[in-house]
Structure formats: C-alpha cells, structure tokens
C-alpha cells in the first residue's frame, strides 16, 4: 500500500470502527429488545405469524455484519489487502442489508407482508431445491409450503399470488437502493462489480483493480500487473456499511410504538 492509498484504506477502517456497536447488538448472549406492542413491527409479526418480520430482518442484518467483522478482522488484524476476496465479502453483506431494507422500508403495511412472504417463499424454493438433490423424501413438496404461504397472505388481505412471487436479488437490491440514495444507481452497480469480482468475471477485473501495463506482450495481447485498488474497495464498503446502517435505522423505527 503506498501513500496514494493510505487515505482510502483509513477511510475503510473508520467506516467498520460501526462493526463493534452492531455485533453487541446481534451477541446471543445479550438480551435482545424485541418490537414494542403497539408498533408496526411487532403489528407485522402477529399478522405473519410464524414468519415473523422482525425476525428475518435481524437475520438478515447478522448475515451482513459477519462478512462485515471479518473484512476488517482482515485488513486491520491480518494486514492483508486481497484483490478479490473482500468484494465476496462486501457483496454478502450489501445484500444481506439490502433485503432487511427491501422487507422494512415500505410504510404500507400490506407491502411489508408481501415483501416478507415473498422472501419466506424464496426462502422455501431454494431450501427445497438444494435438499433434494441429497434426499428426495420430504414429507412435504416446497409447492405445499408455498401454497401455506398464499393462505397466510390471503387471511392478512394481501394479493396471494404476488406474495409468493419469485424475487430475486437484484430486484431486492435496486428496491434497496433506491431507500438509500433515490436516483443514484451506486447501489446496483456496487452490487454488480461486487458479484462480478465474486464469479471471476473479466469485466470486473479491468474495472476494479489498479492495472500497470507490462512490456513484451504478444502482437494483440497486453500484459498487465494487477494489484487492489483500494479506492474502488472503500466506495464498495461504504455503500454496504450504510445500507447496514439504515437497516438497522429501519428495524429501530419500525420497533417502536407511535405513541
């Protein structure tokens, strides 16, 4: 790391000092507060009953936190700055924040149900899909638990066949995206360059990391040095630390009663 990149790399660490705050929150050893009667969290989850809203958004918020703890456990206790690695980690914790957003952000309560439902149905197809492949005898087909899940919908006075509807995350992402900065589409393309470095994908290789052309390449060819681009690293981590952050923003709001 040279002086160039010393200020961004300072800038990243500042931004994960919020770690420490969040992973007392999410401690299993710590009592948690849960939504307040009276609010319209704790309203959501009688109505969602056994899929509780607040709870897949707490859930979801952990699953954020994680890689969040160990990208800095990395770079601040390792001393190790990776090229590729910490977009996988970015990349699980943008979306992991974002679908606590997507679920928490609508003020339409019907909207929230819906969105809930729809993750627990996601949730049901890709649990079914993977489990099959090792054992095909479930008692019950993932179409059954689907089907439970259009009752519950219909019971609440939601549309049943939206709320089972297939979402998949770049939809949750974009919705996210647009909560955090309406009009900016930083949000998605974080998310993009971030699954993109994940899946190997040249593109993002020329786009996310600092390239220093080598002589002797063939006619046609270029040979290039690549190192971490540390500045595109600190924007990546900003975008999913504040969408972390207006999460749990989200959940706190939600959890507390009007009045």
């Known amino acids: ?13 500042r931004l994960l000092s ?19 009667a009276g609010s319209p969290l704790h309203a959501d989850d009688e109505r969602v009953h056994p899929f509780e809203t607040s709870h897949a958004a707490w859930h979801a918020l952990s699953h954020a936190i994680d890689p969040l703890h160990c990208l800095r456990s990395v770079l601040r206790d390792a001393h190790a700055i990776h ?24 003020r339409s309560r019907t909207e929230r149900i819906t969105r809930r439902l ?18 095909d005898s ?11 899940l259009r009752d519950l919908a219909r019971r609440v006075g939601a549309n049943a066949d939206v709320a089972v509807r297939h979402v998949g995350y770049r939809e949750i992402v974009e919705a996210a995206g647009t909560a955090l900065a309406p009009g900016s ?18 593109w993002t290789t ?11 390449a063939p006619a046609g060819m270029v ?37």
């Open 18 to 36: 919020q770690v420490d705050g969040w992973l007392a929150r999410i401690d299993p050893d710590t009592e948690h507060a849960r939504p307040a």
């Open 206 to 216: 020329l786009n996310a990391a600092e390239r220093v052309e080598l002589p002797g």
């Open 138 to 148: 479930a008692v019950r087909t993932a179409r059954e638990r689907v089907d439970e």
């Open 118 to 135: 729809r993750f627990a149905a996601l949730d049901v197809r890709s649990g079914d899909r993977a489990i099959r492949l090792i054992d």
């Open 185 to 202: 589409p930083a949000t998605v393309f974080v998310w993009s360059l971030c699954s993109g470095i994940t899946h190997g994908d040249f």
């Open 83 to 106: 090229m590729y690695a910490p977009y996988a980690l970015i990349r699980a914790a943008l979306e992991n924040a974002s679908a606590a957003v997507w679920m928490l952000h609508p």
């Open 223 to 259: 040979s290039l040095k690549i190192t971490a681009d540390v500045e595109k690293m600190r924007f990546a981590t900003d975008v999913a630390v504040n969408m972390t952050m207006l999460g749990w923003r989200l959940h706190d709001e939600r959890s507390r009663a009007p009045y």
């Open 1 to 13: 790391m040279d002086e160039q990149d010393r200020p961004h790399y300072d800038e990243i660490l």
